[in-house]
């Protein structure tokens, strides 16, 4: 696998607070005398920028910072990246987009109200004799540390299987809303893993929420479109400036950027 | 913050007397908003709104704050959204909202 791919910290986590990230689409706009204008959308414009400051970084953590920059050759090069703020599935509130690949005989029905307050969850239901299960496949780095995460509920106990990559944890299902929680690391050598929920057989829950992060616990739920892994960003800067502030010490700040038109 | 732009025209004469016009059919409302403690989830809503108006490209309607009217045709103002988080929970953001004409 060549793929290169930003590091995460000894924690698993991918940056430290504060987290500074800009997004940019670019508008062409003729605005008339009297105020009425004319827009012209260019959605290749489009740029996101990630400010992460990092401070108290052992040895080992700023040795991979380096060996990533000394990688990339500052901003020659291109590389995957997480976004640590945000929800790395696309499409996390619509299980029946098609970059979600539902087992054969699992029934996904939407507009089930959910614990917002609002009809955004689903309905599993797998009427077969076998397991089922509902996954999504991320083209990002396997062995990285993530956490999988979903609110559930069922109206009979079951115990529902949550998927990263080769690794599965089985969560008890209650009949009020749940979050269930599974953090793993996958196979270091795949340049993807896939993400899901398996329902047993015979058996219906209720999901809202799912959300996977490059980190080892979950934080609020952030529904999405998009995603958010990023193919081909790059460092923003040639100089990576790492400052020691005492023993095993030390802090800097990365910029990166990801351009649709680079 | 509240804005009422309007779009009037000055003419001065050389006695110093002025004659004014309006420019445009009648005023135009921005608001500023300043968001702060925000939550990751109420975070990635703001992004995904951005998003899906595709910076000031898109419209949308927006109820104003003060009185509860809605004014039908709106869009953000601005190609960019910054947003800073500083810790858990403990994000922001400041956005702008025009009125469109037309």
């Known amino acids: ?22 997004h940019r689409k670019r508008t062409v706009v003729n605005t008339a005398a009297d105020g009425t204008s004319i827009k012209l959308a260019d959605p290749n414009g489009e740029l996101t920028q990630w400010q992460l400051a990092y401070a108290d970084l052992s040895d080992a953590e700023a040795g991979a910072l380096e060996q990533f920059y000394s990688a990339a050759e500052g901003t020659l090069n291109s590389f995957v990246f997480l976004d640590p703020s945000g929800n790395l599935l696309a499409w996390s509130s619509k299980l029946d987009d098609e970059v979600w690949t539902p087992g054969p005989l699992l029934s996904v029905i939407g507009g089930i109200s959910d614990p917002d307050g609002g009809t955004e969850a689903w309905r599993l239901t797998n009427s ?47 009949n009020q809303w749940t979050r269930i929680v599974f953090a793993f690391s996958g196979d270091a050598t795949a340049s993807s893993i896939h993400f899901g929920l398996e329902v047993p057989s015979a058996s219906s829950l209720d999901v809202f929420g ?51 038109h680079l | 913050m509240r804005y009422v732009l309007f779009r009037n025209q000055t003419v001065r004469f050389v006695d110093g007397t002025e004659q004014r016009y309006r420019d445009a059919s009648g005023p135009l409302h ?33 109820t104003d704050p003060w009185n509860g009217q809605v004014y039908n045709n709106c869009s953000l103002l601005g190609e960019s959204l910054d947003v800073q988080t500083v810790a858990e929970t403990r994000g922001g953001t400041t956005l702008t909202v025009v009125e469109n004409r037309g």
């Open chain 1, 210 to 260: 799912l959300q996977v992060e490059p980190q080892g616990a979950a934080s609020a739920y952030k529904a999405t479109t998009t995603g958010g892994v990023y193919q081909d960003a790059r460092l923003a800067d040639d100089v990576l400036a790492i400052t020691t502030t005492g023993v095993n010490r030390h802090s800097c700040t990365v910029n990166i950027i990801h351009a649709k």
């Open chain 2, 30 to 62: 921005r608001w500023g908003i300043r968001l702060s403690e925000l939550d990751e989830g109420e975070i990635a809503a703001v992004e995904e709104f951005f998003a899906a108006n595709q910076g000031e490209f898109g419209s949308f309607a927006f």
């Open chain 1, 1 to 22: 696998m060549d793929m290169l791919v930003y590091p995460q910290l000894a924690t698993g986590a991918l940056s430290q607070f504060p987290i500074r990230k800009q």
């Open chain 1, 128 to 174: 077969s004799a076998g397991a089922q299960d509902i996954i999504q496949t991320l083209e990002a780095p396997a062995g990285y540390f993530y956490c999988l995460s979903a609110y559930v509920r069922s109206a009979q106990a079951v115990s529902a299987a949550m998927l990263i990559g080769n690794g599965r944890a089985d969560r008890t299902v209650a």
